[in-house]
């Protein structure tokens, strides 16, 4: 689906990526739009296609990292061309082992990164993520 935007009189395109492959998005929201090149990546949960989320934070924090690399796959990119990652972390000392699940996942690949600690999420996850990247 295209959007256009009009914004100080100058139009600019808006690309909803969608395919069979993408997870639905639950609410009214994208879970990734292009613009420009850059793909922007709606928060994601460590929740799986049968709605199940994993016990631990390794766990968790590893289905959203291989959910988002998915979304990328599916629209001409990848891991390695993420630009900037947000974290979102229920309990501050989870930033240790979600630091040493995303070092292992990302390989050499250091996009910028923010951890933020809040106070709950939906379905009591321990973490999400959104991100931006480029194709």
Known sequence: MNLLAIINQEV?????????KIPFANGHY?????????????????????KNIPITIEEQTLLVLNKIDLMLN?????????LQVRIYITDISYWDIVNDVFSVFMGNHKPTRTIVPVNILHYNCMIEVDAIAYI
Do not use: A, C, F
């Not at 600019?12 to 069979?20: D, F, T, V």
């Open 30 to 50: 994208s879970n990734i739009i292009e613009h420009n090149g850059i793909l922007y990546i709606s928060g994601q949960l460590p929740v799986d296609s049968e």
């Open 12 to 20: 600019y395109q808006l690309k909803i990526m969608e395919n069979e």
């Open 74 to 82: 599916n629209v001409g990119s990848e891991k390695g061309k993420l």
